[in-house]
Structure formats: structure tokens, C-alpha cells
């Protein structure tokens, strides 16, 4: 047993704290904010018809995504460790079982899984940072920003040694501690993203395919919608806002007493789901206007994005820095996506924090490969979803996350009993209530209706 039971009987985490309400909403928003909003949302969309895709991903984050992310928090602050110790400790002491460690130990299998497919895709980013500066998209045409991009994926070395980098970077961070550097990396990221983004938006008004980009995004047509879709909206919901696998309850075992829960996860959940819209605002009408395919796959920034940079005065320095912050969104998202399994290591093992991050980051990038070779040599080898990217894709957002955040709404909503939450959450009346009836029965009821639909 560990003893971070202090004078008061609040814990307090081993890992030490945020050091303000900022840091703690800049550290989860820079996890939220990655390659989910920028890279996947538009692509998932576009493979999902639009509109009526849209639609669902804006209801699932509010009423599902906001309530568990709440109960994650929440969660995490009261038991103030990895989330499978939290989950046990808690668990017992709400007088359930300590069984309920299992959640957090999916949580942690989730994390490595996504990170060994993300760290691949973010060492596309870092590539096409070099690609930019070097003015390799500078007036290129659809079928040359296409064509640059099928080269890179093919070369399966060019690959791996991407993936090898940003794994190295990751690790580097996650050693290095909580506050840090992570803190103000993301000061300076979040905002610096957005003019950028706005930027970029100019643009694609001025591409003459605005409206049909908007329409694309915000016309429901719910023929198009199958089960399926609506599984991927809802695993779309969990993955842009990192929750479903406790890295969220891992940040908030590091969140002061005194801040409040509701306001920062609707500061979260409002500036991630801005950015993703703002994404597809300047992707689709690019799409549009270069008669390129919505359906496109995950090729699809990499496809839109150096086009319109290509166009404009400077756009090879414009280039250069979106990819280095869409990197360094990545770089956030990826701390996170280590740290339930490194704080986990660290303290039922009693490893360092340098320690833990090396054995975690390398059993990461070993399943990387996985993934590297989806785009290349493994490119035929197709099973259940796709290829092994496809798979393990499928299995984390559409599977995982949606049971994590089943699991963890019921804990929160049913396990712990009202007082438990109410401390956590501050009863303040008509919040709490709503609070209370999203995460017992909304939230958990949508999750499982969807999951079955979508399975059978
Ligand atoms: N939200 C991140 C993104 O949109 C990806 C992600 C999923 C994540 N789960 C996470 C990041 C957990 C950190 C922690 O890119």
C-alpha cells in the first residue's frame, strides 16, 4: 500500500501537481487537441458521407463525451494514482471490488495500441515538415501532392524511421515528468494551431467550393448512415477527446482540490470539437476544389493540406510551421496516451519515470510496425476491418473507448455513492443533476445501444 494519504484525508498523487487550473485544462486540451481533430476527423467524416456523420459526433460528444469525461476526472482526483490502482482502490472503498482494476487495465492496453499507430502517422507529420520546407508542394498540382504522398508511404523505411523518431521524442517528454516542458509546449501550440487553422480558412473560402464543403459537413443525409457509422461517430467522440481509457483519470490524479471539474471539461470538450470543425471547414472545400475523393482514407490531409499551401505567397514556410504544430499536437496527444501505462509501471513496479517510459515506449514501437507496414508491404494482407492499422483503429476507438467509458460511467454513476461524486463535483444543484442523469443513464444506455447495433 502505498501512502499518499495526507493530513487532511485527501491523497495527494505521487507524481506531484498541476501547478494552476491553466495547467491542468492546457495539459488535457493539449491531449484532446492531435492528429484526432486535424488528421482523423475529416477523413472519418468524408468515409462516413458527411452531414448525418457530423450530426451524430456532435450529439455523442455532448451527451455522452462530456459526462464521462467529468466521471473521469472526477474518478482520478479522488483516487489519486494510475487508474488501475485508482479503479481498485476506489472500487473497494465504495464498497463494490477491487475487479474494477480490469477497467483501468484495458485503459492501458488501449493507450499502447493507439500510441503504436499514432506515433506511425505523426512520423508522417514529421516528414512532411521537411517535404514543406524544402518546397516540394510549392505550385504542385492534385496529382503531384498525391503522388509525393503514395512514394512515402510505399518506401516502408522511410517509414519506420519516422515512427523510430517520434517514439524517441515521446519517451524523451514522458521521462522527463509531469510539468516540464509539457506545460509550455502547449501554451504556445493551442493558440499558435489556431491562427494558423484560420489562415487556412481564408483560403478555402476563397476556393470558390466553400459552400459545397459546408454542405458536405452539415447536411445530414441520414440514408447514408448505417450502424456502423454511427459506431465510428461515437469511437470518433472518445478518441478526440481522449477518454474511454483513463488517461484523462491520469491527469486528473494530478488536478488541485479546488478546481472545478464541470468547467474545465467544457473548456476541453468546447476547444477540441472547435478545432475538428474548423478542420473540415478548410478540408472539404479543398477536396472539392481539386475534384479529390471524401473518401479518401487517412491520406487525406496529407492530400488537401500542401495543395493549398502550394498556392500561396509563402506557402512553404506556412507549410513548414502547420506541420511542425500538427506534430506537436501529436506530441501532446502521445504523452498522454503513455502515461496511464508508464504511472501504472512506476509505481506497481517502482521503476523510475525514465524507466518506465523506455520499456512502455519500446514494446510501443515494436507493435508500431504493425502499422508501418499497413501502408506498404502487409498493403494486401486484409482481414475483419482492413488491414492492420484498420484493425487495431477499429478495435480502440470503436470497441475499447466505447466499453472504458461504459465502465467508467457506471462506476461513477452507480458504484460510488452520491456523497463520493457530489464532493468531487460540487453539488451545485441543477450542474450536478444533470451530471448525474447523463452518466447513469443516457451516457451508458446510448453506449450499449450503439455497441449492439453496430456488432449484431
Ligand atoms: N485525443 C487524441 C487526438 O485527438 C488521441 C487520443 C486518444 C489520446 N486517446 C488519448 C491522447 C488519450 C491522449 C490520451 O489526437
Wanted: aromatic letters at 12%; charged letters at 10%; hydrophobic letters at 55%.
Amino acid at each position: 500500500m502505498l501512502s499518499n494519504q495526507a493530513g487532511d484525508g485527501k491523497r495527494t498523487s505521487l507524481h506531484g501537481h498541476w501547478s494552476s487550473r491553466m495547467a491542468f485544462i492546457l495539459a488535457v486540451t493539449g491531449s484532446a487537441v492531435g492528429l484526432g481533430n486535424i488528421w482523423k476527423f475529416p477523413y472519418i467524416a468524408g468515409q462516413n458521407g458527411g452531414g448525418a456523420f457530423v450530426l451524430v459526433y456532435l450529439v455523442c460528444v455532448v451527451v455522452i463525451g462530456l459526462p464521462v469525461m467529468m466521471s473521469e476526472i472526477l474518478i482520478g482526483r479522488r483516487g489519486r494514482r494510475n487508474p488501475i490502482a485508482t479503479m481498485e482502490l476506489l472500487g473497494k472503498e465504495e464498497g463494490s471490488s477491487g475487479k474494477w482494476r480490469w477497467v483501468g487495465g484495458m485503459g492501458v492496453i488501449a493507450g499502447i495500441l493507439i500510441l503504436s499507430y499514432y506515433s506511425v502517422i505523426a512520423g508522417w507529420t514529421l516528414t512532411y515538415i521537411v517535404k514543406s520546407a524544402t518546397g516540394v508542394f510549392v505550385d504542385a498540382t492534385a496529382q503531384v501532392v498525391g503522388d509525393e504522398f503514395g512514394a512515402f508511404v510505399a518506401n516502408w523505411k522511410a517509414v519506420a524511421l519516422c515512427h523510430t523518431l517520434f517514439m524517441a521524442l515521446t519517451v524523451f517528454v514522458v521521462a522527463k515528468g509531469v510539468e516540464g516542458g509539457l506545460e509550455r509546449a502547449v501554451k504556445f501550440m493551442v493558440p499558435a494551431l489556431l491562427v494558423l487553422m484560420f489562415t487556412l480558412l481564408i483560403y478555402s473560402i476563397n476556393s470558390g467550393y466553400f459552400a459545397e464543403g459546408v454542405a458536405f459537413m452539415f447536411t445530414p443525409d441520414f440514408s447514408k448512415l448505417s450502424w456502423n457509422s454511427v459506431l465510428a461517430a461515437l469511437g470518433q467522440a472518445f478518441f478526440t477527446l481522449s477518454i474511454g481509457m483513463g488517461a484523462i483519470m491520469a491527469y486528473g490524479a494530478y488536478l488541485p482540490e479546488e478546481t472545478s471539474i464541470t468547467g474545465a471539461s467544457v473548456a476541453v470538450v468546447g476547444a477540441d470539437t472547435g478545432i475538428a470543425i474548423l478542420a473540415g471547414l478548410v478540408i472539404f472545400p479543398l477536396v472539392f476544389a481539386n475534384g479529390l475523393d471524401p473518401a479518401d482514407g487517412p491520406g487525406l490531409v496529407f492530400d488537401t493540406l500542401p495543395l493549398a499551401f502550394g498556392q500561396m505567397a509563402g506557402g512553404a514556410f506556412f507549410s513548414t510551421i502547420f506541420f511542425v504544430l500538427l506534430s506537436f499536437a501529436a506530441w501532446t496527444s502521445a504523452i498522454g496516451l503513455m502515461e496511464p501505462a508508464v504511472a501504472w509501471v512506476v509505481e506497481h513496479f517502482n521503476r523510475s519515470r525514465a524507466q518506465a517510459a523506455v520499456i512502455i515506449g519500446g514494446s510501443i514501437w515494436v507493435l508500431g510496425f504493425g502499422s508501418v507496414l499497413s501502408f506498404n508491404v502487409l498493403a494486401d494482407v486484409n482481414f475483419l476491418a482492413g488491414t492492420i492499422f484498420d484493425n487495431v483503429d477499429y478495435l480502440t476507438s470503436n470497441i475499447m473507448l466505447p466499453l472504458g467509458g461504459l465502465l467508467i460511467t457506471i462506476f461513477a454513476g452507480w458504484v460510488m455513492c452520491r456523497n463520493s461524486t457530489a464532493d468531487e463535483l460540487g453539488s451545485s444543484g441543477m450542474l450536478y443533476k444533470a451530471w448525474r442523469v447523463l452518466a447513469r443513464f443516457i451516457a451508458p444506455i446510448g453506449i450499449l445501444f450503439v455497441l449492439i447495433n453496430a456488432v449484431t
